[in-house]
């Protein structure tokens, strides 16, 4: 199991960027598979960003493609979401979420992963 603790957002406008942060407990970060969900009040969680364990596979929701990078630093016990060209539809509770797997399969499922941090509140103004 990791703790995870987000943090980076914030109240931006329309065109404006910003990074997310993803810090986990413990020593095991490289073992884990990382996700970013986010969601908007009353409606299901939506899948961001997936990363493998050693950053070498990254895969994107639809709507984000483009225009979000994840990323990861082993070294660092961090996993970032670089948000770029922000629209308002973008508004949401952004969280990150880890399964341990070193498959590299593409994590896309929210019962995909079993651990989950408690968001960072992210508001893109017109």
């Known amino acids: 199991q990791v703790q995870l603790v987000e943090s980076g957002g914030g109240l931006v406008q329309a065109g404006d960027s910003l990074r997310l942060s993803c810090v986990a407990s413990?020593?095991?970060?490289?073992?884990?598979?990382i996700g970013w969900f986010r969601q908007v009040l009353d409606k299901e969680r939506e899948f961001v960003a997936g990363?493998?364990?050693?950053?070498?596979?990254?895969y994107y929701g639809d709507s984000v493609k483009g225009r979000f990078t994840i990323s990861r630093d082993n070294t660092k016990n961090t996993a970032y979401l670089q948000m770029d060209s922000l629209q308002p539809e973008d508004t949401a509770v952004y969280s990150c979420?880890?399964?341990?797997?070193?498959?590299?399969?593409?994590?896309?499922?929210?019962?995909?992963?079993?651990?989950w941090g408690q968001g960072t509140r992210v508001t893109v103004s017109s």
């Open positions: 413990g020593r095991t970060f490289n073992y884990y598979t």
């Open positions: 979420a880890a399964k341990r797997d070193f498959s590299g399969a593409y994590k896309v499922m929210i019962r995909d992963y079993d651990n």
């Open positions: 990363i493998s364990w050693n950053g070498g596979n990254t």
